[in-house]
């Protein structure tokens, strides 16, 4: 779509050219929402394409996903063999509803900072214990945020205005659980109605249920041990009424409800 409203493109090297920030400016990483549908309070975008920031960074300490990682270069990584957890990334990336063109244009960042439910990059970094660094403006120090929390509401996150997401860590530690993944659409390829990741360590001990899609912000259920099936059921329960489900065209609120409560149980069973 061509966007009538926009004057000016800046592609600054860094993010420190741009001194001020005011109404009308956008960040550009991908625009593959940007640029589908009108942005009438937008009037100058700012491509972080200049930056340079690396797609992706292995160390002992985890993965680094920069923000502006494309979708397909996150498809194609080739992971460490003990990175068990890796094949998670093709999953997530599978259940986006959007097409291999799109992979190649849209970023990882792009996806967590829409804040949609549906975002399956937040599904894959609040499962996998991911710490985001943002970066405030008026040169204010980085800031480390847990994916549990970055995101407060449909398309809300706690960004404030001129804000960026620079950066997703991995850490080893989630990296080397088993991990088991249930989604599922109204329609074939449609919008995810649930999207639910559970993962344990080899040992069977720190389990995790995380509930995206389904709510409008993630929600993980953390046990020392796989629980009992009523112990898990019992925890959905007292975290989430049915008014803390997303109700939408994609699914109302009792259904996504069923399905979080059936998909966990398949998850227990299949990491037990």
């Given at each position: 779509?061509?966007?009538?409203?926009i004057?000016a493109?800046?592609?600054?090297?860094?993010?420190?050219?741009?001194?001020t920030?005011?109404?009308?400016?956008?960040?550009?990483?991908?625009?593959?929402w940007l640029?589908?549908?009108?942005?009438?309070s937008?009037?100058t975008?700012i491509?972080?394409?200049?930056?340079?920031?690396?797609?992706?960074?292995?160390?002992?300490?985890?993965?680094?996903?920069?923000?502006?990682?494309?979708?397909?270069?996150?498809?194609?990584?080739?992971?460490?063999a003990?990175?068990?957890a890796?094949?998670?990334?093709?999953?997530?990336?599978?259940?986006?509803?959007?097409s291999?063109?799109?992979?190649?244009?849209?970023?990882?960042?792009?996806?967590?900072?829409?804040?949609?439910?549906?975002?399956?990059?937040?599904?894959?970094?609040?499962?996998?214990?991911?710490?985001?660094?943002?970066?405030?403006?008026?040169?204010a120090?980085?800031?480390?945020?847990?994916?549990?929390?970055?995101?407060?509401?449909?398309?809300?996150?706690?960004?404030?205005?001129?804000?960026?997401l620079?950066?997703?860590?991995?850490?080893d530690s989630?990296?080397?659980?088993r991990?088991?993944?249930?989604?599922?659409?109204l329609?074939?390829l449609?919008?995810?109605?649930?999207?639910i990741?559970?993962?344990?360590?080899?040992d069977?001990?720190?389990?995790r249920i995380?509930?995206?899609?389904?709510?409008?912000?993630?929600?993980?259920?953390?046990f020392?041990?796989?629980?009992?099936?009523?112990?898990?059921?019992?925890?959905?329960?007292?975290?989430?009424?049915?008014?803390?489900?997303?109700?939408?065209?994609?699914?109302?609120?009792?259904?996504?409800?069923?399905?979080?409560?059936h998909?966990?149980?398949q998850?227990?069973?299949e990491?037990?």
């Amino acid at each position: 779509m061509n966007l009538t409203t926009i004057t000016a493109v800046e592609r600054p090297a860094s993010p420190d050219h741009i001194t001020t920030w005011r109404d009308g400016y956008a960040w550009l990483a991908g625009g593959t929402w940007l640029f589908s549908e009108p942005q009438v309070s937008t009037d100058t975008l700012i491509d972080l394409d200049g930056f340079g920031w690396p797609a992706l960074e292995v160390s002992d300490a985890g993965l680094d996903i920069g923000a502006t990682c494309r979708i397909a270069e996150l498809f194609a990584f080739d992971a460490p063999a003990e990175w068990i957890a890796a094949p998670l990334f093709r999953d997530c990336c599978n259940s986006l509803l959007a097409s291999f063109k799109i992979w190649n244009a849209a970023t990882v960042g792009g996806n967590v900072c829409m804040s949609l439910p549906a975002g399956a990059m937040i599904s894959l970094t609040a499962a996998l214990e991911g710490t985001y660094t943002v970066w405030p403006r008026d040169g204010a120090a980085p800031e480390q945020v847990s994916a549990l929390d970055f995101v407060t509401g449909n398309n809300a996150n706690i960004l404030r205005p001129g804000a960026l997401l620079r950066s997703i860590r991995l850490p080893d530690s989630a990296l080397r659980k088993r991990f088991a993944y249930r989604q599922q659409s109204l329609v074939h390829l449609g919008r995810s109605a649930a999207l639910i990741i559970g993962t344990c360590g080899p040992d069977g001990h720190d389990f995790r249920i995380t509930v995206t899609a389904a709510t409008t912000r993630p929600v993980q259920l953390h046990f020392d041990d796989v629980p009992t099936q009523a112990e898990l059921r019992r925890e959905i329960t007292e975290r989430l009424s049915v008014d803390d489900y997303f109700d939408d065209v994609n699914g109302s609120a009792p259904y996504k409800q069923h399905l979080t409560y059936h998909f966990a149980e398949q998850l227990r069973a299949e990491l037990s």
